[in-house]
């Protein structure tokens, strides 16, 4: 790509961290590049593909050159990506970049992710994309660490689409270790996404008008212990994990039972 | 089921007439089972997998009868059901029913959809759910055509799940045609998702302090014009579709060839 358009956007918010490391990251490594952030205003953690219907959406142009755009949106994930492609970006952008997540988004926890909707949103658009997340949620850890694996990646996957190697109409989930130091990261390993759950999901509060509130926490626990080929397993074992995602949700494999029973 | 427990939520919000409708069919249909209608306190429409975290979920006990509970949760549908489950309920519930949605969520509004969000909840914690959509917006429509689907459909699947052929970790998203009368149904069938999207998806305003602003409007447009086995197709042909749906959204069949790239 001789001058890509890269759109970047997150669920944290415009403001967090790791959307900041990756867009200083990609500039720094597609110099010619046309670089757009297109992100939500506000955090948007955990919405999922969710997108806002029957209010507006209110955009705030922060930057605005051609190489380097910049523009809060007053909505989900999802909006930034449906928004910037449908009508504020010059042309379709050549891949999605989204992220770095504050917390991990391995195994289940894909389908909650507003990193990974606004990664799936691009599929939908036809675009690819990759969703990057660091498995810690603090707002200001370092995430240094994952700058050598968005290289790597990016490295592998922009001549790919490029050459039209790349699979089409997915989205790779991106999810690197907590290690404090890049020599730690024991690899970078393609894998599935484990079908784990939260458990002990609530911690229950009186507020103090008397009512009993409900706050989510719990820890997640892998779908099946014994399978080691899942992200959540491999990031465990301190690999960065990429698992390419897809739209569709259908069950292929029990139309056919179903047909016998429906 | 001897007694089963049924859960039901939706996500146009619990006064909705989509959620009447259904409730009322299901304490007709089973007069013996204990029915628990657990749903968002606020419209919730597209609002995908989204759940509440970082502040407290707040919920309002309507009617609390073993056989018959009613709560609003000031939440997202995902969060209604996994509040239900995890705290609300006395038990694990046999079957999740959401719905009937106001406006029809087959194709990739699958991933958009509240009503699909609960019902895949419902799989995350190994309950088996049927989300219910019918193809009218309007909030005061008439969705009785729905019913003979509704009964239809837990026809089988119920004792399906009784029995042991009902597959497991899935949920049927059926979305009902608009017609006028039942005999206008031309039938319900099992088939996949089509892959399509939304065009033209924004209209743009000019709002009273001058800032361009952005409303969600626009069409579904089917993915593959060509392919009549998919539910947006056979939708509009006037048949009650049912796609099976799973949490794991690994393209599974990108793997090999990403192995080779990355």
Known sequence: MEKPLILISNDDGIGWQGIRTLTETIRQLYPDADVAVVAPLHHQSAKSS?????????????????????IAVDGTPADCVKLAVSKLLPRHPDIVLTGINHGFNSGTNTIYSGTMGAALEAVIHHVPAV????????????????????????????????????????????????????????????????????VHEFEEQVDPYGRTI???????????????????????????????CQVDQTAHNTITALKQIL
Chains 1, 2 share one sequence.
Not at 60 to 68: I, L, M, S
């Open 131 to 198: 969703a990057f997340s660091y498995s810690e949620f603090s707002p200001d850890c370092d995430m240094t660490v994952c700058v050598p694996v968005i290289k790597e990646v990016l490295s592998r996957v922009m001549p790919a689409i490029e050459n039209g190697t790349f699979p089409k109409d997915i989205c790779l989930n991106v999810n690197v270790p907590k290690v404090t130091s890049p020599d730690e990261l024991r690899g970078i390993v393609v894998t599935k996404a484990d079908m784990g759950r939260w």
């Open 50 to 70: 969710a997108i806002t219907v029957g209010m507006p959406l209110i955009i705030n142009v922060r930057h605005n050159e051609p190489h380097y755009r910049v």
């Open 214 to 244: 409900y706050w989510t926490k719990g820890h997640y626990t892998a779908g099946d212990a014994d399978d080691h080929d899942t992200d959540t397993y491999l990031l465990g074992q301190g690999y960065a994990t990429i698992v390419p």
